[in-house]
């Protein structure tokens, strides 16, 4: 009687033995599909920063034809730094800034004649609404932060048409058009130049002091 029940609990870590190297071997073959899902996401996630990286000195010799080298430095970074985590490129908010204040050396003291403030040329009540003072807009990188707001405001207006989000940062109408063709004629200077510097995986971007 001892025996066979020793054959049988032999039997039966032999069989569960067999079951666990099958399983083992059967997820090694097929891995979770949430495994594969945040493999994906990471790949993409990477060269999102990359492209966004990219984008940065394009930038900032787009800038640096508009005011002094090391102010197009500052601006071109802070285009990186506020638009991360956000639906919108550097870039976005690059041509918005030249299209702004372009003409005026990205002057953070311009003031259209209607009021609207900084580089970005936001006017005072939609400086309010995004919960800063209309004298804060003097600072670039508040001012590139009420921005990015703006742009996500005009957004949703714009039911996720980012082309459409830019004009209406302008307002509408036949200055509006007028806008959204400045806009893409910057674009097409910043893109033109990334064209001539191909990107490169793990170069790390520099960072400036602001």
Known sequence: MRISLLILALLFLIAVTNNQASL???????????TEEAARKQREEEMDRLERQHQVPAITAAFALRTSRERAH???YL????TIGTPFKPIDLAEIALAET?????????VSSRGAVGVWQLMPERVKSHGYAP?????????AEAAVRELKVKLKVADGDLSDAKRLYCGTGKQARMYEAKI???????????????????????????
């Open 135 to 143: 004298e804060e807009m003097k600072h670039d990188d508040r001012c």
């Open 184 to 210: 893409r004629k910057y674009r097409r200077e910043i893109l033109a130049r990334m064209s001539r510097e191909p990107l490169q995986p793990g170069v790390e971007m520099k960072t400036a002091s602001l």
């Open 79 to 82: 285009c990186y730094e506020k």
């Open 102 to 110: 372009g003409g005026h050396a990205l002057s953070a003291r311009a």
């Open 74 to 76: 500052r601006l071109a």
């Open 24 to 34: 083992n071997a059967f997820q090694a073959a097929n891995p979770p599909a949430t």
